[in-house]
C-alpha cells in the first residue's frame, strides 16, 4: 500500500513573504507609471492565490493583457531573486521532511508560478526528498485538481494534504483527501483532520491517519 504526503509551500514549508515582496518591488521600480509598492503583508494577505488571482488584487487597474504580462515579469525575476535571497524554513521542516521520507513518498502541490517549488527545493537541499510536485503554473488548473492528478499519477492509497489556509483545506476536500492544518501558518481553519503547532509534531500525526 502506497502512502503519502503532500505539501503546500508558503505557510507550511518556508515564510518567504518578505523576500517574494522585495523582489516584486524592485520589478515595479521599473513600472513607476504604476505607483504601486508591495508590502510583506499584501503577502501574507493574499499567499495562496493563483497567478490570475492576485494580478487582480494588486493591479486592478491594468487590462488582463498588461496584468499577466506584469505578473509573468515578477513572478520570472521573484524564482531568480529567490535563488540567492531564500526565505526562511520554518522550524524542523528539513529535519522532519527527511525523517518523513524514511517510511512515505512526500509531495508538493502549490498554486505559485512554474519553477517556484523548485527554488525552494534548490535552496534548501531538499531535491531528494519530495517524489513529486505539482502548481498552479505547470497546468493552469485549480489545488484540488492539481492534488488529484498527484495522487492518481503516484498511485497513493492513502495520503493527506499539509496547509494552512482555508483555501488549502478546501482543495483537499476537492480532491478526497484528509486536511492537516499548519497553525503556524498564515491561515485559520476549523475541521481538519489534524492540527500542527509546530512541524516536528507531523509524524506522530502522520502514523495516526496513515499507520
Known amino acids: 500500500m502506497k502512502k503519502g504526503i503532500i505539501f503546500d509551500v508558503d505557510g507550511t514549508l518556508w515564510d518567504a513573504a518578505v523576500q517574494v515582496a522585495d523582489s516584486w518591488n524592485e520589478v515595479l521600480s521599473k513600472h513607476p507609471d504604476l505607483d504601486v509598492k508591495i508590502t510583506a503583508q499584501d503577502m501574507y494577505d493574499n499567499m495562496g492565490k493563483t497567478m490570475d488571482e492576485l494580478g487582480k488584487t494588486f493591479f486592478p487597474s491594468l487590462t488582463h493583457e498588461a496584468c499577466m504580462k506584469l505578473m509573468t515579469e515578477c513572478m520570472e525575476y521573484e524564482n531568480h531573486y529567490l535563488l540567492s535571497h531564500p526565505g526562511p524554513l520554518y522550524p524542523d521542516v528539513k529535519e522532519t521532511l527527511i525523517r518523513l521520507a524514511r517510511q512515505y513518498e512526500l509531495f508538493i502541490v502549490s498554486n505559485c508560478q512554474r519553477?517556484?517549488?523548485?527554488?525552494?527545493?534548490?535552496?534548501?537541499?531538499?531535491?531528494?526528498?519530495?517524489?513529486?510536485?505539482?502548481?498552479?503554473?505547470?497546468?493552469?488548473?485549480?489545488?484540488?485538481?492539481?492534488?488529484?492528478?498527484?495522487?492518481?499519477?503516484?498511485?497513493?492509497?492513502?495520503?493527506?494534504?499539509?496547509?494552512?489556509?482555508?483555501?488549502?483545506?478546501?482543495?483537499?476536500?476537492?480532491?478526497?483527501?484528509?486536511?492537516?492544518?499548519?497553525?503556524?501558518?498564515?491561515?485559520?481553519?476549523?475541521?481538519?483532520?489534524?492540527?500542527?503547532?509546530?512541524?516536528?509534531?507531523?509524524?506522530?500525526?502522520?502514523?495516526?491517519?496513515?499507520?
Open 115 to 211: 519553477g517556484y517549488i523548485e527554488v525552494l527545493l534548490k535552496s534548501w537541499g531538499l531535491e531528494e526528498y519530495i517524489r513529486d510536485r505539482e502548481c498552479f503554473g505547470n497546468t493552469g488548473l485549480p489545488k484540488g485538481d492539481n492534488i488529484r492528478m498527484v495522487v492518481r499519477r503516484n498511485h497513493l492509497d492513502q495520503c493527506f494534504y499539509v496547509g494552512d489556509t482555508a483555501m488549502d483545506q478546501a482543495a483537499a476536500a476537492a480532491a478526497g483527501v484528509p486536511f492537516v492544518h499548519a497553525a503556524y501558518g498564515y491561515g485559520r481553519t476549523d475541521g481538519a483532520a489534524a492540527s500542527l503547532e509546530y512541524m516536528a509534531q507531523l509524524p506522530g500525526i502522520a502514523k495516526q491517519l496513515l499507520g
